[in-house]
């Protein structure tokens, strides 16, 4: 009779053939050796840390400063705190002053942006989705002609500007400001670079096959997939269109008119001129309170950076 214990083994024993019977080996795991590893450079490290520290140190200096009054600026170390809190009162006192023009010049900043940028991004979107996915002729053209005007910096297209927009009547308007922002070279350039790897054009076929026309197929099929680069177009030309300065120094004479950047500006040559009043205070809490939307929307659209392409959406 054989026994219970010798029939288990002779059931767990592994066979020559490998059938179902055999029992399973398991994998160990491979050892890291420490070849694999990643070295550590000191010297990016240093570097890092050096360009870590001239970003951030300006912006702890704005915070800081921001918490003092007038006199406190001139009486304190720029990065250590003063006696008198008065970050409340700086910002209430910004937001008053001059019977509240800050309020006005934020306003315009908002509608810049809003039509400026926001225009130069669907703009960008078009003409990059349109020369990445359709061939015409002159396109070679066009790319030369996109190419060209990256490399021509804005400032030396103001005064021409200026003299267009003069003859037409629209200087010291916001017009003046709002549609040489919808013109973005390197949005039009990074977005046509985008579209033609993040739209398969499998994917745009099949959906021509579906019936669908080109609107929809944009719309619908082609702008899902470009949503990353859309993101990063709008950051880029929403900080050009917030931070810019020379534009709208060349263009407007109305303070009414001024964005951010112009109007922080006159308030800080006021302890220039004549009779003029020195609110130091309030052009660096102006400015702290200017950076708060630009660190906002950073870090609200931050996760569409990290979105991938059409990985996966076409079989090979």
């Known amino acids: 009779m054989t026994s219970p214990v010798a029939t288990a083994s002779d059931r767990s024993a592994p066979t020559s053939s490998g059938t179902s019977g055999s029992a399973p080996r398991l994998r160990t795991p491979r050892r890291r050796h420490s070849a694999d590893r990643p ?24 915070a800081i400063s921001a918490t003092k009054t007038q006199e406190g600026l001139s009486r304190s170390a720029g990065l250590w705190l003063d ?45 990059g989705y349109a020369l990445a996915k359709f061939d015409f002729p002159g396109r070679r053209s066009v790319f030369a002609v996109v190419i060209g005007a990256v490399a ?21 308007t916001p017009w003046a400001v709002i549609v040489p922002s919808l013109i973005s070279p390197f949005g039009l350039y ?5 579209a033609t790897e993040a739209i398969p054009t499998e994917l745009m076929e099949a959906a021509r096959i579906d019936g669908a026309g080109e609107l929809r197929t944009f719309f ?9 680069g859309v993101v990063t177009v709008l950051l880029f030309t929403m900080v050009a269109t ?4 020379f534009l709208p120094l060349v263009m ?24 003029g ?28 950076w990290q979105s991938g392409l059409a990985a996966g959406s076409v079989k090979e």
């Open 39 to 62: 070295r550590r450079s000191v010297l990016l490290t240093v570097l890092t840390s050096l360009v870590l520290l001239y970003s951030l140190v300006p912006l702890v200096w704005l």
């Open 220 to 228: 619908r099929v082609a702008l899902p997939l470009l949503a990353p």
């Open 252 to 275: 407007l004479k109305d303070p009414d008119w001024y964005p951010l950047t112009l109007g922080l500006n006159s308030w800080n040559q006021q302890a220039a001129t004549a009779g």
């Open 152 to 172: 021509v910096p804005g400032t030396a297209l103001a005064v021409p500007t200026f003299l267009m927009f003069s003859k037409m009547g629209l200087t010291n």
């Open 83 to 127: 006696g008198d809190f008065a970050l409340w009162d700086n910002i209430t006192e910004t937001f008053t002053y001059d019977d509240g023009v800050f309020t006005r010049w934020l306003l315009n900043t908002l509608l810049y942006v809003g039509l400026g940028a926001g225009g130069a991004t669907f703009l960008a979107v078009l003409g």
């Open 277 to 304: 009043e020195a609110v130091f205070n309030l052009v660096v809490t102006g400015s702290l309170i200017t950076i708060l939307p630009l660190i906002a929307a950073f870090l609200l659209l931050q996760k569409y």
């Open 242 to 245: 917030w931070n810019n300065y």
């Open 190 to 194: 990074l977005m046509w670079v985008f």
